[in-house]
C-alpha cells in the first residue's frame, strides 16, 4: 500500500489523476492541494509514499515544494510544460507525465513506480542544499532510510566520513551526501569555520575555547569537544578580540 497526495493547480489535472488512480487499489488517495504552500503542508502532515507534482503553480513551484519538505516522497511530476523535464530528472523523479497524457501513458508512469519502489530520492540531497540565496538555510540529510530536512540554524557541527559528512544537532547525527570540503563552499563562512580537515564548527553553538600550549579545543553546546588542528588555527585568532 502506497499512501498518495495529488498537488496541482488545475481541479481537470487533479481529477484525471483520482479517475486513473482508481484502478489501483494498493494507491491510496489522502487529499490533494492546489498551490505550493498547502502542498508543503499536506506532505509534511501526512507524510505520503508518493506525490504527483504540479510544476508550475501559484506562489511556490513544485520543486520550491521539494525544498521545503521534512520527508522527501517518490515524485511523480505532472506538467503541461515540457522545459522542466531535464531538471526533473536531476532529482530522480519517478516519471514526468506531460499534459495531457493518457491512461495508457498514466499506467507506464505507474510501472515505474512499481519498478522503482525500492530506489528512495536520495540524489536530491546533492541536487536541493537550498538554493534559495547566497547561503542555504536549510540541508537535506539522510535519516535511516528516508531524508528529512534540518535548519542549518540547528546544526552544531559537522564532521567528515570518508567521502559523505555526518551533520550534528544536539545528540543526533545525520549523514549528508557531501563532502565537508564541498559544505564549507556552500554554507556561510562567517557562522561555519572549518578548525580541522574533519571538523566545521557552528560559531552560534560554541560554549566555550581551550586554549593550550600549542592549540586549542572547541567545547560546544551540546557538550561536544573539537580539536583545533594547527593548520586551522588563524580561523580561530581571527574571532579572538
Same mark, same amino acid.
Not at 510501472?111 to 519502489?117: A, G, Q
Given at each position: 500500500?502506497?499512501?498518495?497526495?495529488?498537488?496541482?493547480?488545475? +481541479?481537470?489535472?487533479?481529477?484525471?489523476?483520482? %479517475?486513473?488512480?482508481?484502478?489501483?487499489?494498493?494507491?491510496?488517495?489522502?487529499?490533494? #492541494?492546489?498551490?505550493?504552500?498547502? &502542498?508543503?503542508?499536506?506532505?509534511?502532515?501526512?507524510?505520503?509514499?508518493? @506525490?504527483?507534482? =504540479?510544476?508550475?503553480?501559484?506562489? /511556490?513551484?513544485?520543486?520550491?515544494?521539494?525544498?521545503?519538505?521534512?520527508?522527501?516522497?517518490?515524485?511523480?511530476?505532472?506538467? #503541461?510544460?515540457?522545459?522542466? +523535464?531535464?531538471? &526533473?530528472?536531476?532529482?530522480? +523523479?519517478?516519471?514526468?507525465?506531460?499534459?495531457?497524457?493518457?491512461?495508457?501513458?498514466?499506467?507506464?508512469?505507474?510501472?515505474?513506480?512499481?519498478?522503482?519502489?525500492?530506489?528512495?530520492?536520495?540524489?536530491? #540531497? %546533492?541536487?536541493?542544499?537550498?538554493? %534559495?540565496?547566497?547561503?542555504?538555510?536549510?540541508?537535506?540529510?539522510?535519516?535511516?532510510?528516508?531524508? @528529512? !530536512?534540518?535548519?542549518?540554524?540547528? @546544526?552544531?557541527?559537522?564532521? &567528515?566520513? *570518508?567521502?559523505?559528512?555526518?551533520?550534528?544537532?544536539? =545528540?543526533?547525527?545525520?549523514?549528508?551526501?557531501? *563532502?565537508?570540503?564541498?559544505?564549507?563552499?556552500?554554507?556561510?563562512?562567517?557562522?561555519?569555520?572549518?578548525?580541522?580537515?574533519?571538523?566545521?564548527?557552528?560559531?552560534?553553538?560554541?560554549?566555550?575555547?581551550?586554549?593550550? !600550549?600549542?592549540?586549542?579545543?572547541?567545547? /560546544?553546546?551540546? *557538550? =561536544?569537544?573539537?580539536?583545533?588542528?594547527?593548520?586551522?588555527?588563524?580561523?580561530?585568532?581571527?574571532?579572538?578580540?
Amino acid at each position: 500500500m502506497k499512501k498518495v497526495i495529488i498537488v496541482d493547480d488545475e +481541479a481537470s489535472g487533479r481529477q484525471l489523476i483520482k %479517475e486513473y488512480l482508481q484502478n489501483y487499489k494498493d494507491l491510496i488517495l489522502l487529499g490533494e #492541494a492546489n498551490n505550493g504552500v498547502d &502542498a508543503v503542508k499536506l506532505i509534511n502532515e501526512f507524510k505520503p509514499d508518493l @506525490v504527483f507534482l =504540479d510544476i508550475q503553480m501559484p506562489g /511556490m513551484t513544485g520543486f520550491d515544494v521539494l525544498t521545503h519538505l521534512e520527508e522527501l516522497p517518490q515524485i511523480i511530476f505532472s506538467t #503541461a510544460y515540457d522545459q522542466y +523535464a531535464l531538471k &526533473a530528472f536531476e532529482v530522480h +523523479a519517478i516519471d514526468y507525465l506531460l499534459k495531457p497524457y493518457t491512461k495508457k501513458r498514466f499506467k507506464t508512469s505507474i510501472e515505474k513506480l512499481y519498478n522503482n519502489s525500492n530506489n528512495k530520492v536520495r540524489p536530491l #540531497a %546533492e541536487s536541493l542544499l537550498l538554493e %534559495e540565496s547566497q547561503y542555504p538555510k536549510r540541508i537535506l540529510v539522510q535519516s535511516q532510510n528516508k531524508l @528529512v !530536512t534540518l535548519s542549518l540554524e540547528d @546544526v552544531v557541527r559537522i564532521e &567528515a566520513y *570518508g567521502d559523505y559528512s555526518k551533520i550534528i544537532v544536539n =545528540d543526533y547525527s545525520y549523514l549528508s551526501n557531501y *563532502g565537508i570540503s564541498t559544505l564549507e563552499e556552500k554554507l556561510n563562512n562567517n557562522i561555519f569555520i572549518r578548525v580541522h580537515r574533519s571538523s566545521i564548527i557552528n560559531l552560534n553553538k560554541v560554549k566555550e575555547l581551550n586554549k593550550y !600550549t600549542k592549540s586549542y579545543d572547541v567545547t /560546544m553546546l551540546n *557538550g =561536544d569537544v573539537v580539536r583545533v588542528s594547527r593548520g586551522y588555527m588563524d580561523n580561530i585568532k581571527k574571532l579572538m578580540f
